[in-house]
């Protein structure tokens, strides 16, 4: 499975972004669908998570909200984030899990795509 992510830059506090993830290759084996992001000096953390057939969403308490996640018919993977504020600033990456339940736990997410930058301004 490859993951490609796309859809990040600089916005200003307040502001929308809305990121993608295309996935490719054996995708029958996806069970979920998640987004992760990392800042500069921290770890790197659960933003949110989808089910393939996008029947189920887990949300980090941070971006309840503001954040929402879908997905289409086809491989595309969504993620709609409004009001954003500095402390989104982050690479963000989307991960596919072969596990039976949507995780918050990266290690449960076995492919991962190159990330995008985030940069909110204040």
């Known amino acids: 499975v490859q993951l490609q992510a796309s859809g990040g830059g600089l916005v200003q506090a307040g502001g929308s972004l809305r990121l993608s993830c295309v996935a490719s290759?054996?995708?029958?084996?996806?069970?979920?669908m998640g987004w992760f992001r990392q800042a500069p000096g921290k770890e790197r953390e659960f933003v949110v998570g989808?089910?393939?057939?996008?029947?189920?969403t887990r949300y980090a308490d941070s971006v309840k909200g503001r954040f929402t996640i879908s997905r289409d018919n086809a491989k595309n993977t969504y993620l709609q984030m409004n009001s954003l504020k500095p402390e989104d600033t982050a690479v963000y990456y989307c991960?596919?899990?072969?596990?039976?339940?949507?995780?918050?736990?990266?290690?449960?997410?076995?492919?991962w795509g190159q990330g995008t930058q985030v940069t909110v301004s204040s």
């Open positions: 989808i089910t393939w057939g996008g029947g189920t």
């Open positions: 290759g054996r995708t029958f084996s996806i069970y979920a």
């Open positions: 991960a596919a899990s072969a596990a039976n339940y949507v995780s918050s736990i990266h290690r449960a997410y076995d492919y």
